[in-house]
């Protein structure tokens, strides 16, 4: 029988492609939707006919208990949240809601209703912070510095005990920033693809960027959601960081998006001190030797393999309209 598997946060970049995935492998795939993003279907619209929708909310434990009951699913993969770091600070209790207490009721109706389910819970690399080390490890300390991080924080580690105390197959992947043409533009790395693209086709002559010295360990969302699965079908539960485990700078991207479309960068980029982000002193980079060694999963597009994917995403979709 087909294996089931129920995603919270379809809807989103990650949501999106870990469905693909599943539906692929000939999962049933069953994705939990608030009504109010139920508008928002845009990532998922190729897989109307292979996903099945179930309203419900993170904020709402019966509605996640009938939703568990119903889809009675093999595999739960935690990947809503409230996700937006600056709105964090404008709403830090509905930030923790959603991000830290949405996880404490799923986690309770999994035991409650199907404690055989494996679950994985999406953490995030703003659970370190500012740490003390890098590369950041899975013993690296948490070190929050924003309410969303502090969140994630709580998830994690309620993520970790209920399988250390209910025995649960519960188990936390700590992603890095990760990519895809399903990306919003507001992020630096589509920013500067679409960029390329719209300057390649004369659709815009310039590109204001910040600090092109920040750099991030930026990997691609379908690498991520593969390595979540893999977490999912091991003999025994538990952490792993997702990443690239290597760093690139802001200067490097737009060198390469710009090279693919054949233009140097310099002819078309100025700093503008508005995309300046205060107190970004330490290089979040994550080690993949655990999940590497354990689960013998790394990433299959290099950094340059995914800017070029994406810049050439962006010269087709624009090429189309
Ligand atoms: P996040 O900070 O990891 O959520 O991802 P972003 O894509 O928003 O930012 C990545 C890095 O790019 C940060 O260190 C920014 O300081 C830097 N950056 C430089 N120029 C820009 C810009 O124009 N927009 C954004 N969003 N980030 C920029």
């Given amino acids: 029988m087909a294996k089931k598997a129920l995603i919270t946060g379809l809807t989103g970049q990650d949501g999106s492609y870990l469905a693909e995935l599943l539906v692929e492998k000939g999962y049933q795939v069953f994705g939990l939707v608030r009504r109010s993003s139920s508008g928002n ?45 600056p709105l964090s600070w404008t709403q830090p209790a509905l930030t923790a809601e959603y991000t830290a207490l949405g996880v404490s009721r799923l986690l309770e109706s999994i035991r ?56 649960l197959y519960s188990c936390c992947g700590i992603t890095y920033t990760h990519e895809s043409p399903r990306r919003g533009t507001e992020f630096v790395f589509r920013k500067i693809t679409l960029a390329a693209a719209m300057i390649k086709l004369g659709m815009s002559h310039d590109l204001k960027l910040g600090n092109l010295d920040a750099r991030r360990d930026w990997c691609y969302a379908k690498d991520a959601v593969h390595a979540m699965w893999v977490m999912l079908q091991q003999d025994k539960p538990d952490d792993f960081i997702i990443a690239s485990g290597e760093t690139h700078s802001v200067r490097e991207l737009v060198e390469c998006a710009f090279r693919c ?61």
């Fill in 41 to 85: 279907l845009d990532r998922i619209s190729h897989l109307s006919d292979k996903v099945q929708i179930l309203s419900g909310d993170l904020l709402d434990q019966s509605s996640l208990m009938d939703v568990i009951t119903e889809s009675s699913p093999d595999e739960i993969y935690n990947l809503a949240s409230q996700s937006y770091v």
């Fill in 112 to 167: 409650r209703c199907k404690p055989d389910a494996r679950f994985y819970q999406a953490s995030s690399s703003e659970v370190f912070g500012q740490p003390d080390e890098s590369p950041q490890t899975e013993r690296t300390a948490f070190r929050p510095r924003n309410p969303y991080g502090v969140a994630k924080a709580y998830a994690h580690w309620m993520t970790v005990n209920y399988r250390q105390k209910y025995g």
């Fill in 261 to 321: 479309v054949g233009l140097d960068w310099e002819n078309y980029v100025s700093v503008d001190p508005a995309f300046y982000r205060p107190d970004e002193a330490v290089q979040l980079i994550g080690s993949i030797d655990k999940i590497g060694k354990q689960l013998n999963w790394q990433p299959q597009y290099s950094f340059e393999q995914l800017v070029e994917l994406m810049v050439d995403h962006d010269l087709k979709r624009l090429s189309e309209k």
